[in-house]
């Protein structure tokens, strides 16, 4: 196990930016930076043991400091989309910025967790603390928090991302990664023709602006049915009404799990590599995007990337939850602990 350090550019502040490379005995590794406790690279072997770049992303800074699609990011302190922009804690109303229509997604474009520098430690060899303060009022949210993003990589050839935090008002806080995944390597086109299954046997239908109406719909006999593995592009375009509203799969999936112990809740393979990714969460539901929105521009090594060329599984709460009182609230109370942990373990089938 090691971790490695090197200069990956200065931010137009001039603050200097380092990329960490947290590899295990195996050769898995991931690489990740201290602007917008980004996600850069994860390299997985295959079915033959060659490694290849499984994420989509950037090879220098001045593209992650735009970064509109969220390559890699963290994302707080919300993320997903809250409706209008606009919520209430304790009798108090807070807005936001309405950077998605008329409602706020993953807190901010330009001021979002995505655009800040954090500060980072190396707690040992297999970990990178990166660590954050969010004044009262950051962003709109009520509270200063202190907030750790941790990137750890075990001999199990698992990614493990640990949130935490802790704020002195009642707050949101709902963080999660922004990865896009294409198991046969970032510069393979189309991510289509991977297979999903999901522990999960309801969604929550989006209106007209991708908000979550209040209906938790069950996913039998329908294109969002993933209880059993799937190729995901085999029902993507399918005459939906859901499928319609987000141009494909970028929806929220309500977990079967008791939303206490990290369990798994997601599988992602590959046939062609023989890759296969289990997802492992504590958190009450996932977003699947399958990277409808990526419009084509130059990715790593010179890749020019396209529509669904990678597939996200970012765990969270329910989007909007603040304002829908069916679902659990992301609500961090004052001097409480906010903790939670994804993991992605890589296997070859």
Same mark, same amino acid.
């Given at each position: 196990?090691?971790?490695?350090?090197?200069?990956?550019?200065?931010?137009?502040?001039?603050?200097?930016?380092?990329?960490?490379?947290?590899?295990?005995?195996?050769?898995?590794?991931?690489?990740?930076?201290?602007?917008?406790?980004?996600?850069?690279?994860?390299?997985?072997?295959?079915?033959?043991?060659?490694?290849?770049?499984?994420?989509?992303?950037?090879?220098?800074?001045?593209?992650?400091?735009?970064?509109?699609?969220?390559?890699?990011?963290?994302?707080?302190?919300?993320?997903?989309?809250?409706?209008?922009?606009?919520?209430?804690?304790?009798?108090?109303?807070?807005?936001?910025?309405?950077?998605?229509?008329?409602?706020?997604?993953?807190?901010?474009?330009?001021? @979002?967790?995505?655009?800040?520098?954090?500060?980072?430690?190396?707690?040992?060899?297999?970990?990178?603390?990166?660590?954050?303060?969010?004044?009262?009022?950051?962003?709109?949210?009520? @509270?200063?928090?202190?907030?750790?993003?941790?990137?750890?990589?075990?001999?199990?050839?698992?990614?493990?991302?640990?949130?935490?935090?802790?704020?002195?008002?009642?707050?949101?806080?709902?963080?999660?990664?922004?990865?896009?995944?294409?198991?046969?390597?970032?510069?393979?086109?189309?991510?289509?023709?991977?297979?999903?299954?999901?522990?999960?046997?309801?969604?929550?239908?989006?209106?007209?602006?991708?908000?979550?109406?209040?209906?938790?719909?069950?996913?039998?006999?329908?294109?969002?049915?993933?209880?059993?593995? *799937?190729?995901?592009?085999?029902?993507?375009?399918?005459?939906?009404? *859901?499928?319609?509203?987000?141009?494909?799969?970028?929806?929220?999936?309500?977990?079967?799990?008791?939303?206490?112990?990290?369990?798994?809740?997601?599988?992602?393979?590959?046939?062609?590599?023989?890759?296969?990714?289990?997802?492992?969460?504590?958190?009450?539901?996932?977003?699947?995007?399958?990277?409808?929105?990526?419009?084509?521009?130059?990715?790593? @090594?010179?890749?020019?990337?396209?529509?669904?060329?990678?597939?996200?599984?970012?765990?969270?709460?329910?989007?909007?939850?603040?304002?829908?009182?069916?679902?659990?609230?992301?609500?961090?109370?004052? @001097?409480?602990?906010?903790?939670?942990?994804?993991?992605?373990?890589?296997?070859?089938?």
């Amino acid at each position: 196990m090691s971790v490695t350090t090197r200069s990956f550019g200065k931010t137009g502040k001039g603050e200097e930016v380092t990329l960490y490379r947290i590899e295990n005995s195996k050769g898995m590794a991931a690489e990740v930076i201290d602007f917008g406790a980004i996600l850069v690279s994860l390299f997985v072997a295959d079915r033959n043991g060659k490694f290849d770049d499984v994420i989509l992303g950037y090879d220098t800074l001045d593209k992650y400091l735009t970064n509109q699609f969220f390559f890699g990011a963290t994302i707080g302190r919300n993320a997903n989309r809250i409706k209008n922009a606009h919520f209430t804690i304790n009798g108090v109303e807070y807005t936001l910025e309405k950077n998605w229509r008329e409602s706020n997604l993953h807190s901010s474009t330009e001021n @979002g967790y995505h655009k800040r520098m954090f500060k980072a430690e190396i707690p040992d060899d297999n970990s990178v603390r990166l660590n954050l303060f969010s004044p009262d009022q950051d962003q709109g949210f009520p @509270g200063n928090l202190n907030v750790s993003v941790t990137y750890r990589v075990a001999e199990t050839n698992t990614l493990e991302i640990e949130y935490e935090g802790i704020s002195d008002a009642d707050t949101i806080v709902n963080m999660t990664n922004h990865s896009y995944f294409n198991l046969s390597g970032h510069a393979s086109g189309s991510a289509m023709n991977h297979k999903l299954w999901l522990k999960a046997s309801s969604f929550t239908p989006a209106d007209e602006n991708d908000v979550p109406t209040g209906e938790i719909a069950s996913v039998a006999s329908t294109p969002f049915d993933f209880t059993q593995p *799937q190729v995901i592009g085999a029902r993507i375009d399918d005459d939906h009404e *859901q499928l319609r509203i987000a141009g494909g799969y970028d929806h929220n999936f309500i977990l079967d799990t008791t939303g206490v112990n990290c369990e798994q809740i997601a599988i992602l393979s590959d046939e062609a590599s023989g890759r296969r990714m289990s997802v492992y969460s504590d958190m009450p539901a996932l977003q699947f995007y399958a990277g409808n929105y990526i419009a084509p521009h130059t990715g790593k @090594g010179g890749v020019e990337y396209g529509k669904r060329c990678g597939v996200c599984l970012e765990t969270q709460f329910v989007p909007n939850a603040i304002n829908e009182p069916r679902f659990k609230a992301p609500l961090l109370k004052a @001097g409480e602990k906010y903790r939670s942990v994804t993991k992605y373990c890589f296997n070859c089938e």
